[in-house]
Nanobody, 125 residues
Framework: QVRLVESGGDSVQAGGSLKLSCTGS????????VAWFRQAPGKEREGVAC????????NYADSVEGRFTISRDTDANAVYLQMNSLKPEDTAMYYC??????????????????WGQGTQVTVSS
């Protein structure tokens, strides 16, 4: 059974930073692409970033490019999302997700099979 658990969400002021963690089943977190998604109230869930295992490459949504960094620590069995220069529009529930593929698919909800329960990020102005 695939298990993903997010942590690190908090309330911060605009311009601040947070680091989210995604841990879970070793075979999944260390062996397959892991992505971060977010969902704000009343909005659809959107992809934020994804990191592949095969080549270590990552990709980002335009809205977070240059501010967020996704990384992986195989020893810790974890994937992280470092979020800098946070804006109020970054406020959302953040989810990590995975799929048993070789590389990151397009950052669409339908392309990911396994999900965590989410961690809340709130950015105040």
């Amino acid at each position: 059974q695939v298990r993903l658990v997010e942590s690190g969400g908090d309330s911060v002021q605009a311009g601040g930073s947070l680091k989210l963690s995604c841990t879970g089943s070793t075979g999944t977190v260390n062996g397959y692409p892991v992505a971060w998604f977010r969902q704000a109230p009343g909005k659809e869930r959107e992809g934020v970033a994804c990191i592949s295992i095969s080549d270590g490459l990552s990709n980002y949504a335009d809205s977070v490019e240059g501010r967020f960094t996704i990384s992986r620590d195989t020893d810790a069995n974890a994937v992280y999302l470092q979020m800098n220069s946070l804006k109020p529009e970054d406020t959302a529930m953040y989810y990590c997700a995975s799929v048993w593929r070789y590389m990151c698919p397009e950052l669409k909800v339908r392309n990911f099979a396994y999900w965590g329960q989410g961690t809340q990020v709130t950015v105040s102005s």
